[in-house]
Nanobody, 117 residues
Framework: QVQPVESGGGLVQAGGSLRLSCAYS?????????MIWYRQTPGKQRELVAD???????NYADSVKGRFTISRDNAKNTVYLQMNSLNLEDTAVYYC??????????WGQGTQVTVSS
């Protein structure tokens, strides 16, 4: 069973930075097509923040381009989300998902990021 586990969330002031980690277990990360970071706030749909493919291609939501960077360490089966210049609108629960080449997704439990003014 594939199991992503997020960490690194917390409280940060606006303009600050956080780095989220997603450690993946349950098999080689090379069987995963994409690792994806989503976020969700109460009353809103889950939003794709960034993703990275097995080839290393990345994709970002317009709202985070230039501020967030997704990366992966295949040796550690871990994906990172470096978040800089955080603003109040970045407050959300951030979820990591592992997507296999078959399209099936495995979700982590989420980590809270709160940006204060």
């Amino acid at each position: 069973q594939v199991q992503p586990v997020e960490s690194g969330g917390g409280l940060v002031q606006a303009g600050g930075s956080l780095r989220l980690s997603c450690a993946y277990s349950g098999g080689s990360i090379f069987r995963i097509n994409r690792m994806i970071w989503y976020r969700q706030t109460p009353g809103k749909q889950r939003e794709l923040v960034a993703d990275i493919t097995s080839a290393g291609d990345t994709n970002y939501a317009d709202s985070v381009k230039g501020r967030f960077t997704i990366s992966r360490d295949n040796a550690k089966n871990t994906v990172y989300l470096q978040m800089n210049s955080l603003n109040l609108e970045d407050t959300a629960v951030y979820y990591c998902a592992a997507e296999r080449f078959t399209g099936s997704k495995f979700w982590g439990q989420g980590t809270q990021v709160t940006v204060s003014s």
